[in-house]
Protein backbone atom coordinates (compact mmCIF):
# COMPACT_ATOMS: atom_id res chain seq x y z
CA UNK A 1 0.00 0.00 0.00
CA UNK A 2 1.42 3.48 -0.80
CA UNK A 3 1.19 6.10 1.56
CA UNK A 4 -0.96 8.90 1.19
CA UNK A 5 0.41 12.61 0.51
CA UNK A 6 -0.07 14.48 3.19
CA UNK A 7 -0.08 18.15 0.40
CA UNK A 8 -3.00 15.61 -1.31
CA UNK A 9 -5.03 15.60 1.60
CA UNK A 10 -4.55 19.14 2.84
CA UNK A 11 -5.81 20.31 -0.98
CA UNK A 12 -8.70 18.16 -0.09
CA UNK A 13 -9.43 19.67 3.19
CA UNK A 14 -9.00 22.91 2.03
CA UNK A 15 -12.72 23.91 3.46
CA UNK A 16 -11.53 22.82 7.24
CA UNK A 17 -8.85 24.92 7.15
CA UNK A 18 -7.98 28.26 9.25
CA UNK A 19 -8.71 31.83 7.59
CA UNK A 20 -4.42 32.76 8.56
CA UNK A 21 -3.28 29.56 6.89
CA UNK A 22 -5.20 29.33 3.73
CA UNK A 23 -3.69 32.51 1.75
CA UNK A 24 -4.92 32.13 -2.04
CA UNK A 25 -6.44 29.45 -4.17
CA UNK A 26 -5.00 30.37 -7.69
CA UNK A 27 -6.26 28.32 -10.54
CA UNK A 28 -3.38 25.85 -10.59
CA UNK A 29 -1.47 25.92 -7.08
CA UNK A 30 -2.72 26.86 -3.41
CA UNK A 31 -0.81 29.35 -1.27
CA UNK A 32 -0.81 28.48 2.76
CA UNK A 33 0.46 30.13 5.24
CA UNK A 34 3.62 28.60 6.66
CA UNK A 35 4.54 27.68 10.48
CA UNK A 36 7.72 30.03 10.21
CA UNK A 37 6.48 33.70 10.43
CA UNK A 38 9.82 34.95 11.62
CA UNK A 39 10.15 34.87 7.95
CA UNK A 40 7.18 37.12 8.25
CA UNK A 41 5.22 36.43 4.88
CA UNK A 42 6.64 32.84 4.80
CA UNK A 43 4.38 30.62 2.01
CA UNK A 44 4.08 27.04 0.61
CA UNK A 45 3.12 27.24 -2.94
CA UNK A 46 1.32 23.50 -3.67
CA UNK A 47 0.93 22.45 -6.72
CA UNK A 48 -3.15 21.71 -7.07
CA UNK A 49 -2.31 18.23 -8.72
CA UNK A 50 0.42 15.90 -8.02
CA UNK A 51 3.72 16.28 -10.00
CA UNK A 52 6.60 14.94 -8.11
CA UNK A 53 8.78 17.64 -9.73
CA UNK A 54 8.67 20.23 -12.05
CA UNK A 55 9.64 18.45 -14.99
CA UNK A 56 7.19 16.20 -15.16
CA UNK A 57 4.08 18.46 -15.45
CA UNK A 58 3.23 19.39 -18.41
CA UNK A 59 4.32 22.45 -20.00
CA UNK A 60 1.35 24.38 -20.46
CA UNK A 61 0.33 23.42 -16.42
CA UNK A 62 4.22 24.59 -15.21
CA UNK A 63 4.31 28.27 -17.08
CA UNK A 64 1.20 28.92 -15.28
CA UNK A 65 1.91 27.39 -11.89
CA UNK A 66 5.53 29.31 -12.26
CA UNK A 67 3.53 32.24 -12.92
CA UNK A 68 1.20 32.04 -9.84
CA UNK A 69 4.22 31.23 -7.89
CA UNK A 70 5.67 34.88 -9.59
CA UNK A 71 2.45 36.66 -8.69
CA UNK A 72 2.42 35.33 -5.01
CA UNK A 73 6.18 36.58 -4.43
CA UNK A 74 5.19 40.11 -5.88
CA UNK A 75 2.81 40.21 -3.34
CA UNK A 76 4.49 39.01 -0.75
CA UNK A 77 7.05 41.99 -1.51
CA UNK A 78 4.37 44.70 -1.99
CA UNK A 79 3.73 43.37 1.43
CA UNK A 80 6.25 42.94 3.80
CA UNK A 81 8.99 44.19 1.88
CA UNK A 82 11.82 42.30 2.49
CA UNK A 83 15.43 42.49 1.46
CA UNK A 84 15.34 39.41 -0.53
CA UNK A 85 13.39 36.74 -1.30
CA UNK A 86 14.44 33.04 -1.38
CA UNK A 87 12.31 30.94 -3.31
CA UNK A 88 12.95 26.95 -2.91
CA UNK A 89 11.43 23.56 -3.99
CA UNK A 90 13.27 20.61 -3.13
CA UNK A 91 10.42 17.93 -2.04
CA UNK A 92 12.96 15.66 -0.20
CA UNK A 93 10.42 15.20 2.77
CA UNK A 94 7.31 15.30 0.49
CA UNK A 95 7.12 14.46 -3.05
CA UNK A 96 4.16 16.80 -4.00
CA UNK A 97 5.38 19.68 -6.13
CA UNK A 98 5.25 22.37 -3.39
CA UNK A 99 7.45 26.14 -3.69
CA UNK A 100 8.94 27.42 -0.34
CA UNK A 101 9.02 31.32 -0.55
CA UNK A 102 10.90 32.91 2.39
CA UNK A 103 11.29 36.64 2.52
CA UNK A 104 14.43 37.69 4.39
CA UNK A 105 14.36 40.66 6.16
CA UNK A 106 17.38 43.04 6.84
CA UNK A 107 17.27 42.27 10.51
CA UNK A 108 17.73 38.31 9.71
CA UNK A 109 20.66 37.77 12.22
CA UNK A 110 21.74 34.93 9.98
CA UNK A 111 20.90 36.86 6.25
CA UNK A 112 23.72 34.87 4.89
CA UNK A 113 23.25 31.29 5.66
CA UNK A 114 20.33 29.05 4.36
CA UNK A 115 16.58 28.90 5.98
CA UNK A 116 16.75 25.18 6.56
CA UNK A 117 19.83 25.43 9.51
CA UNK A 118 17.40 27.20 11.46
CA UNK A 119 14.56 25.20 10.87
CA UNK A 120 16.87 22.06 12.16
CA UNK A 121 17.88 23.83 14.98
CA UNK A 122 14.39 24.28 15.87
CA UNK A 123 13.46 20.44 15.32
CA UNK A 124 16.05 19.98 18.58
CA UNK A 125 15.67 23.55 20.29
CA UNK A 126 11.85 24.11 21.67
CA UNK A 127 13.24 27.93 22.12
CA UNK A 128 14.71 27.89 18.70
CA UNK A 129 11.08 26.62 17.52
CA UNK A 130 9.33 29.12 19.14
CA UNK A 131 11.44 32.12 17.92
CA UNK A 132 10.91 30.76 14.37
CA UNK A 133 7.55 30.46 14.63
CA UNK A 134 6.72 33.71 16.98
CA UNK A 135 5.98 36.72 13.97
CA UNK A 136 5.74 40.74 14.60
CA UNK A 137 2.29 40.45 13.48
CA UNK A 138 -0.38 37.73 13.74
CA UNK A 139 -1.31 35.35 11.07
CA UNK A 140 -4.33 36.27 10.61
CA UNK A 141 -2.96 39.99 9.80
CA UNK A 142 0.07 38.75 7.98
CA UNK A 143 -2.92 35.99 5.76
CA UNK A 144 -4.93 39.65 4.99
CA UNK A 145 -1.60 41.22 4.39
CA UNK A 146 -0.81 39.03 1.45
CA UNK A 147 -4.69 38.82 0.59
CA UNK A 148 -4.70 42.57 -0.23
CA UNK A 149 -1.97 42.74 -1.64
CA UNK A 150 -2.68 39.58 -4.57
CA UNK A 151 -6.60 41.49 -4.28
CA UNK A 152 -4.98 44.72 -5.42
CA UNK A 153 -2.92 42.92 -8.24
CA UNK A 154 -6.13 41.48 -9.43
CA UNK A 155 -4.53 37.67 -8.93
CA UNK A 156 -5.98 35.00 -10.75
CA UNK A 157 -8.55 32.71 -9.16
CA UNK A 158 -10.55 29.06 -10.17
Same mark, same amino acid.
Request: net charge neutral; glycine share 2%.
Given at each position: ????? +? ?11 ? *?? =?? $?? !????? @? *? ?9 ? /??? &? $??? !?? /????? $? ?6 ? @?????? $? ?15 ? &? =? ?5 ? *? ?6 ? +?????? +? ?19 ? !??? !???? &? ?16 ? *????
Amino acid at each position: MLPTC +PLCDKLNRLHELP *AD =EL $VW !QFPHS @V *AFLGPWQFYTG /YCV &L $VAR !QH /YPELH $VMPSSQRA @VFLDEM $VVLTQAIDFAFQPRKMN &L =ESLGNQV *AHLHWHLF +PRRADD +PETRKAVWIALDRAERDEAEK !QRL !QAAS &LARTEIASRIRAALNQMA *APTP
